[in-house]
């Protein structure tokens, strides 16, 4: 498998955003990022200006965020038309992408709102049973974050520090992740909503957290099948396989690069790779990491198997949703999408 870094979630001009997409491209070339996954509120302009593609070593992609008001927005790629909000429920917004051949993903589902602060309203999503839903924002660095916040010094030391404010995904979360799992498959995404928010005055932006800072904070690793070879078509399928088959993992590749996690299953040759499905055996659940850490091993949202190393071999012949998560200095490293044993 071939690893690429991307980002998800982000805005440009041609929403709420303040860059334009070469510089966010070059936002991305500066902290690493292979892929940018661009989605712009109820709007594909940036595709039909021709910016999707290449841009220098950044392959830019573009979705859409279907945003109704203040709840049950959707991340949607693959389709090359605008999905029409107007007068649908969630679940029919979820259908029609899924009828239309696309990828929807919850945008920051778990959302409750700040206590503290009023006009960080709730955002949730209201259809997660939906079976026509592909799978959810497991992990809204931006919408996670400031939720959490409880005084105006707390938020403006994550602006000033993003890093020391950062730690874990909200347990509730991940509670409600398993719960979904344990019905089907339900693929997990990380999400910066990077805004850059500020004023533009010329080619210039004054800014409170540029997309750098926001890029850096938690990307989402996709597993393709095949290297990239620089035609778009061709990548983007590469791109899109993965993310639709749950080849797919989250990192914090500030505590540490992550490139090089793989989680599988085996037996007599056979091989179930992240995110796959299988009947429950005899399985052999197997898990590298680059480096050393914390490595739990979860089934049905319940601790299975813990230690530390960088390497996890499990003798399982229950059925069970199984995943990985890998911390290191107390912080949430990696988190892989499961291997499904029914």
């Known amino acids: ?13 041609y929403s709420d955003g303040t860059g334009t997409v070469s510089e966010i491209a070059r936002a991305a070339a500066a902290t ?4 940018v996954l661009l989605t712009d509120h109820d709007t594909l302009e940036a595709r039909h200006r021709g910016e999707e593609g290449w841009h220098g070593n950044v392959l830019v992609l573009v979705g859409e965020e279907v945003s109704p008001r203040r709840r049950n927005h959707l991340l949607v790629f693959g389709l090359d038309r605008h999905v029409r909000r107007r007068g649908r429920s969630a679940e029919q917004i979820c259908r029609v992408v899924k009828d239309s051949g696309g990828l929807g993903f919850a945008a920051h589902p778990f959302s409750r709102g700040s206590r503290r602060f009023r006009r960080a309203h709730a955002t949730p999503f209201e259809a997660l049973d939906s079976e026509a839903l592909h799978g959810v924002e497991l992990w809204s660095i931006l919408t996670d974050t400031a939720e959490r916040l409880e005084s105006v010094p707390a938020a403006l030391r994550f602006l000033a520090a993003p890093r020391r404010v950062v730690e874990d995904p909200p347990q509730r979360n ?11 498959r339900v693929v997990a995404v990380g999400g910066v909503d990077a805004h850059q928010f500020g004023r533009r005055i010329g080619p210039f932006v004054v800014r409170l957290m540029g997309y750098r800072r926001s890029f850096a904070l938690l990307h989402t690793h996709v597993l393709c099948e095949e290297p990239m070879t620089g035609e778009l078509a061709h990548d983007r399928r590469q791109v899109y396989g993965a993310l639709r088959e749950g080849r797919c993992y989250l990192a914090v590749d500030w505590v540490a690069p992550a490139r090089g996690f793989e989680f599988l299953a085996e037996r007599s040759g056979e091989v179930v790779a992240m995110g796959g499905e299988a009947r429950a055996g005899d399985w052999t659940l197997r898990a590298r990491l680059p480096l050393e850490a914390e490595l739990r091993l979860v089934r049905d949202g319940e601790l299975a198997q813990a230690g530390c190393g960088s390497e996890l071999d499990q003798h399982v012949n229950e059925p069970g949703v199984y995943r990985v998560e890998a911390h290191r200095d107390g912080r949430s490293w990696i988190l892989s999408n499961p291997i499904y044993l029914r």
């Open 174 to 184: 991940l509670a409600e992740w398993d719960r979904l799992c344990r019905a089907r």
């Open 32 to 35: 690493g990022v292979d892929v």
């Open 1 to 13: 498998m071939h690893d690429l870094t991307c980002v998800l979630h982000l805005h440009s001009r």
